[in-house]
């Protein structure tokens, strides 16, 4: 498997793609493409991600995160968050631990 080897989704949507499952830690490839006002998380796992290729903006409680290629961030277990918007076919590495 090659990381950038995708398929573009749909304006507005996701495609999810799990990597590794082992243990207690799951590791997912995400594709969004221009996506815009997502549904609101609150997962039972913590959460570190790195957004590979694009630009993306968050909304982590009530703070908005801008975030560029390159960018990681850890989001704990049950901290409510939400991807506001993406560009053109961004892509993160997830990174969950339950």
Do not use: C
Request: hydrophobic share 45%; net charge negative; charged share 20%.
């Amino acid at each position: 498997m090659n990381l950038f080897n995708i398929k573009t989704p749909a304006d507005g949507a996701e495609m999810i793609t799990e990597l590794l499952q082992h243990k207690n830690v799951t590791i997912n490839r995400i594709v969004s493409n221009r996506l815009t006002n997502g549904s609101w998380y609150d997962q039972d796992e913590d959460e570190w991600l790195v957004l590979v290729e694009g630009a993306a903006l968050l909304l982590i409680d009530d703070e908005e995160k801008t975030l560029k290629a390159g960018d990681t961030l850890f989001i704990p277990a049950h901290q409510l968050h939400r991807v506001i918007s993406t560009s053109d076919n961004a892509l993160w590495l997830t990174v969950s631990i339950s």
